[in-house]
């Protein structure tokens, strides 16, 4: 069964190499298909837990919620803080949900597109192609998925959860977080700032979660100042209206426990940076040669001897990433299979490591 399955993968693989343009079509429509999961995931996060269509919910449940909108971060918290300011200039337009939701997500949309030529010419093509469709995605689901139907099932999960800000926070940093971390595995992002934590976590070779953390508190702040601030009630007087100091303060420790979740889940899904150093013991010496011809780096080689059977031995030391290492341990195995072998995990690495380009 198992050899069934490896021999018609590798007939795959093999046909595939030989049509480039076959799986230039198969690679770029699974991306879309990511892309596209990828953009619906984060425009269902947003319009469920962090800005719900409260005009759609009971008014006895509204009245009782503290907590109207989140404030989100990124390009996210930007879009907020700009629908935020129009209404503080008393652009009727916005006065309804549905309208502020349209305007929010078109601000999502323009501000990517200078990120875009950023991740264009300091990152990669295809990279920053993938990015913008994403957030092209992420905009039109955002505004398809708004309704002002009481019934629908968006405002029927925004109804059930509307009083419990901590299970908001956290439904949304999830799926913020899967969504950001899906299209990490494909070689793109989710856009916003998203476009520079990966610039910079490329160039670091580091995680990508605290740099996105960085970037976004300045937004998270601005967004909570700016809420405060009072509107006309006259043209806003079905609207929550501004919130109380103490309630922008909440919203800002409650948007910190959401950017931990989601660099949290970024972090456990995104493994292309985790990198492991393995530690082999053996009395191959021309082990090492198969593990340099099989992966990307190189290795180190240190003379040891066995301290029970006194025999002479190497110790092999390779840094990969977390996607290689079980590929090190089937060839160590295959070729010694008494060898011995120790994994650890590291944090940083300096110096020349060999990363796929990104394209």
């Not at 967004?223 to 909440?250: R, W």
Request: a positive charge.
């Amino acid at each position: 069964m198992n050899y069934a399955f490896v021999r018609t993968k590798k007939k795959i693989k093999n046909y595939l190499y030989d049509h480039p343009i076959f799986r230039a079509i198969l690679e770029n429509g699974l991306m879309l298909i990511i892309t596209a999961i990828s953009g619906l995931i984060f425009a269902l996060g947003f319009n469920c837990f962090i800005q719900p269509n409260f005009e759609a919910i009971d008014s006895a449940i509204s009245a009782e919620v503290t907590i109207y909108h989140l404030a989100s971060c990124g390009a996210s918290g930007i879009s907020q803080s700009l629908c935020t300011i129009l209404k503080l200039c008393n652009v009727e337009f916005v006065a309804n949900d549905i309208n502020y939701n349209i305007m929010y997500w078109v601000f999502y949309l323009l501000i990517n597109i200078p990120l875009f030529f950023i991740g264009f010419f300091k990152v990669g093509k295809k990279f920053a192609i993938y990015s913008l469709i994403n957030v092209a995605f992420a905009s039109s689901f955002g505004i398809l998925l708004k309704s002002n139907d009481p019934n629908n099932i968006l405002n029927l999960i925004s109804s059930a959860l509307a009083k419990e800000t901590v299970a908001r926070v956290l439904f949304a940093g999830m799926c913020t977080g899967i969504a950001s971390a899906l299209a990490y595995v494909i070689g793109s992002t989710a856009g916003g700032t998203d476009i520079i934590a990966f610039y910079i976590s490329e160039r670091k070779s580091v995680q990508i979660g605290k740099y996105s953390t960085f970037f976004n508190l300045l937004v998270v702040g601005t967004y909570s100042i700016l809420s405060t601030l009072p509107l006309n009630t006259e043209i806003f007087k079905d609207d929550m209206g501004s919130v109380a100091p103490q309630t922008a303060v909440i919203i800002f420790l409650f948007t910190l426990l959401y950017m931990i979740v989601i660099s949290i889940v970024v972090d456990t899904i995104n493994t292309t940076n985790k990198k492991y150093e393995l530690q082999i013991i053996t009395p191959n010496y021309n082990l090492s040669q198969s593990i340099i011809a099989a992966i990307p780096h190189g290795c180190t080689i240190i003379n040891g001897k066995g301290g029970y059977s006194g025999k002479d031995l190497f110790v092999i030391h390779v840094s990969v990433r977390k996607a290689e290492v079980k590929r090190v341990i089937k060839i160590v195995k295959e070729i010694d299979n008494k060898a011995f072998i120790n994994v650890f995990p590291m944090s940083q690495v300096y110096g020349k490591f060999f990363k796929k380009p990104i394209k």
